[in-house]
C-alpha cells in the first residue's frame, strides 16, 4: 500500500512541529496560519531498509563486463544496463558505463554495495521511467558516480539528459554509506519530479548545479558536501505548491558559484548545521546579473533552529515575499544585504551576528519581538524601505507622503554599527519593548535613527550615538515614553562611556560606545517626566555587563555635563559648558 507524506507549508512567525504519525506519513503542522497543502508520493518505506539477498537481483562489474544473479529485468547491451522490471538491484564492482531505468509503472531500488560507474559518453545513472526510484548506499559502503564532460544523445528521451543522476520521477537516496557525484558536464544530481534525502553521506561536485530539482525536495538529516559552479542545492517549479525546500536537520558544507541553497517558493530549515560560501564570499564583487545569495526562496523562508554560517558576495538570505527567523545561530558576513525581503522580514528569536555587510536587514515591514542580533554594516544598519518607491537622499513630501514602510520593535536585544544611518525607515518606526544599542555614524550628514513619517517609543531601552549634523532626528511628540537627545560641543572618542544618572545620584545605564561621536540619544522606562537628569561621560564603571550595556553600576570620576529637566517626552539639549571632575551627587 502507498503511504504518502502530506506536508503543510508554514511561513509564519509560530513554532514548526515535525513529527511522524501511525501511519509513518511526516506530518508538518504549527499552531498558526498555513499555505496551501502539498501531497508528495514518499512514504515510510522511503527509509533505509537492508536488502535481502533471496529476493534481490544480485549485479555484479568489472570494466565493461556485467554478471547478474537473474537474466531477466536486465538488458544488457555494450556499455549500458537497462532495467525493465521493478524490483530491488544489489550493484557491486567498477563499471565504464550507463544504467538506465525504463520500468514503467513500477518502483526500482538501486542498492549501491561498494560501486563505481564512470561514464565516457553521457550520464552515468538514468531513470527514464518507473512509479519511484530508490537509491540506497548502506552503511559502511563507499560509492562513486562520475559523467563525462559531454553528453552526444540523439534519442529524443535522452535529449534533456545533463547529469550524473539523472531521473524523470520521483526519487528517494537514503541510507548511511556515502555516496559521491562528479558532475563534469552541468548537473551532479537532477530529479524532475520530487527528491527525498535521508541519512547518507553525499559529496557532490558539479560544473553547474549540484543538486536541481523540479517539484519538492524533503532532506531528514544526512552529510552534505557540495562544490558547485552553479547552485549548491536548487528547486524550480512555476507552481507555488511546488517548487519547495523541507530540511530537518543535516550537515551542509555549500561551496557555490551561484546560490547555495535556492527555492522558487518555500525554503522551510528546522535544523541543522550549514557552512555556505557563494560567489568567492564576501569580499569577492559579482556582476549586476548573477545571483549568489546564501538562502533565496522566491515567496519565503522560514527557520525554526540551525547553525548557519554565510559567506556570501550577494545577500546573505533573500525572499520576494518573507523572512521569518524564529531561532537558529547565524553568522553573517555579505557584500550586499545580510538578510532581504521586499516585503516583510520578522524575527522572534535566534541569535544573528552580521560580521560585514552593505546593509544588515532590508524590508518594507520588519518586525523584531525576540533574539540577539549585532548588526556591522558599510551602509544602514536596518532599512525599511518600499521597492515600489524610488527615495532620493532628500526625500521630497511625495515620498514621505507615499511611503508605507514600518519597523516595529517589541522585544529582543538589537545592536547596530553602522557607517550610514543605523536604521533608516521610509515610513513609521515603533518601539515597545527590546533593546536597541546603536555605534551610529561619525558623519554628520547621517545619523543613528532616520525616519520619514514618525518615530514612537512606548516601551523599550534605546541607548544611541553618533555624530552631529543637520539629519539628527529625535522621537515624535506622540511617544509615551521619555526620551532625550544631547549634542555635545566636541567628539567624544571611541570608548568614552555614556551614563545616565538620576537626582539621587544613583547610575541607570552605562553604554560603552566602540566609535567616536557627539549625538547622544537615550529612551528607558526608567525616564520620568519632569525629573533631573545629568550624563557623564567617561570615568570608571564598576558593574556587570549584560546585554551590551551596564544598569545600576557605580561610576568614578569622569566627566558631569549639563543636569537636564526633563519637561516633556521628547528633550532635546546642546551641550554649552564641559564641567571637568567627578559627577555630582
Not at 518505506?45 to 534481490?56: N, R
Not at 547553525?307 to 545561530?329: C, K, M
Not at 535566534?350 to 552593505?358: A, H, L, N, Q
Not at 521628547?570 to 559648558?577: A, G, H
Amino acid at each position: 500500500m502507498k503511504k504518502t507524506y502530506l506536508i503543510v507549508l508554514i511561513l509564519v512567525s509560530g513554532m514548526l512541529l515535525f513529527g511522524c504519525n501511525s501511519n509513518g506519513s511526516l506530518t508538518i503542522s504549527t499552531t498558526t496560519s498555513t499555505l496551501p497543502s502539498v501531497t508528495t508520493d514518499l512514504g515510510i518505506e522511503d527509509e533505509y531498509s537492508d536488502w535481502d539477498e533471496q529476493t534481490s537481483t544480485l549485479v555484479g562489474f568489472n570494466g565493461t563486463e556485467v554478471s547478474s544473479s537473474i537474466s531477466n529485468g536486465i538488458q544488457v547491451g555494450g556499455t549500458t544496463v537497462v532495467i525493465v522490471s521493478g524490483g530491488t538491484y544489489v550493484l557491486s564492482g567498477y563499471y565504464l558505463g550507463t544504467i538506465i531505468i525504463n520500468s514503467p509503472d513500477e518502483e526500482v531500488r538501486l542498492i549501491l554495495n561498494d560501486l563505481t560507474i564512470e561514464s565516457s559518453d553521457g550520464s552515468a545513472i538514468i531513470c527514464l521511467e518507473a512509479s519511484k526510484l530508490i537509491i540506497s548506499a548502506p552503511e559502511g559502503t563507499s560509492n562513486a558516480i562520475t559523467d563525462s564532460n559531454s553528453y552526444n544523445y540523439t534519442d529524443s528521451e535522452l535529449m534533456n539528459v545533463n547529469a550524473a543522476i539523472y531521473c524523470k520521477t520521483d526519487l528517494v537516496i537514503n541510507g548511511d554509506g556515502s555516496l559521491n557525484i562528479y558532475g563534469n558536464y552541468e548537473d551532479g544530481l537532477k530529479a524532475n519530479d520530487s527528491l527525498y534525502i535521508t541519512a547518507v553521506t553525499l559529496w557532490i561536485e558539479s560544473l553547474d548545479d549540484g543538486i536541481s530539482v523540479n517539484d519538492t525536495l524533503l532532506i531528514q538529516d544526512g552529510v552534505f558536501h557540495l562544490e558547485c559552479g552553479g547552485d549548491g542545492i536548487k528547486v524550480s517549479h512555476d507552481d507555488a505548491e511546488l517548487g519547495y525546500i523541507v530540511i530537518q536537520d543535516g550537515t551542509f558544507v555549500i561551496n557555490a558559484f551561484n546560490d547555495g541553497i535556492q527555492a522558487s517558493s518555500y525554503l522551510m530549515i528546522h535544523g541543522g548545521t550549514f557552512n555556505i560560501v557563494t560567489g568567492d564570499g564576501s569580499e569577492s564583487t559579482i556582476s549586476s546579473d548573477q545571483s549568489s545569495k546564501g538562502l533565496k526562496a522566491s515567496l519565503g523562508i522560514e527557520i525554526v533552529d540551525g547553525t548557519f554560517d554565510i559567506d556570501s558576495s550577494d545577500d546573505g538570505l533573500n525572499s520576494d515575499e518573507l523572512v521569518s527567523i524564529i531561532g537558529g545561530n547565524f553568522t553573517i558576513s555579505s557584500n550586499d544585504e545580510a538578510i532581504h525581503s521586499d516585503s516583510s522580514l520578522s524575527v522572534s528569536g535566534g541569535e544573528i551576528t552580521i560580521e560585514k555587510s552593505v546593509e544588515g536587514f532590508e524590508a518594507k515591514y520588519i518586525s523584531i519581538s525576540g533574539g540577539l542580533i549585532d548588526i556591522t554594516s558599510t551602509d544602514d544598519g536596518i532599512n525599511g524601505s518600499d521597492p515600489l518607491i524610488e527615495v532620493s537622499h532628500v526625500p521630497s513630501l511625495e515620498d514621505e507622503t507615499n511611503s508605507t514602510a514600518r519597523l516595529d520593535i517589541s522585544g529582543g536585544i538589537i545592536k547596530i554599527k553602522s557607517i550610514d544611518d543605523s536604521i533608516d525607515v521610509n515610513g513609521s518606526i515603533y518601539q515597545s519593548g527590546g533593546i536597541i544599542l546603536i555605534n551610529g555614524p561619525t558623519n554628520g550628514m547621517q545619523s543613528a535613527i532616520d525616519y520619514d513619517l514618525e518615530w514612537v517609543i512606548t516601551g523599550g531601552l534605546m541607548i544611541a550615538v553618533s555624530g552631529y549634523g543637520a539629519e539628527t532626528k529625535v522621537p515624535s511628540t506622540n511617544s509615551t515614553q521619555v526620551s532625550l537627545m544631547y549634542n555635545t560641543l566636541s567628539v567624544r572618542s571611541s570608548g568614552t562611556t555614556v551614563s545616565i544618572m538620576d537626582s539621587f545620584g544613583d547610575v541607570l545605564y552605562s553604554f560603552v560606545p566602540d566609535t567616536s561621536y557627539q549625538a547622544i540619544t537615550i529612551s528607558a522606562p526608567d525616564l520620568e517626566k519632569g525629573s533631573k537628569y545629568t550624563l557623564v561621560l567617561g570615568g570608571t564603571i564598576t558593574g556587570e555587563l549584560e546585554d551590551g550595556y551596564y544598569k545600576c553600576p557605580e561610576i568614578s570620576s569622569g566627566l558631569s555635563l549639563l543636569t537636564m529637566n526633563l519637561g516633556s517626552v521628547v528633550n532635546s539639549f546642546n551641550d554649552t559648558l564641559d564641567s571637568s571632575g567627578p559627577p555630582r551627587r
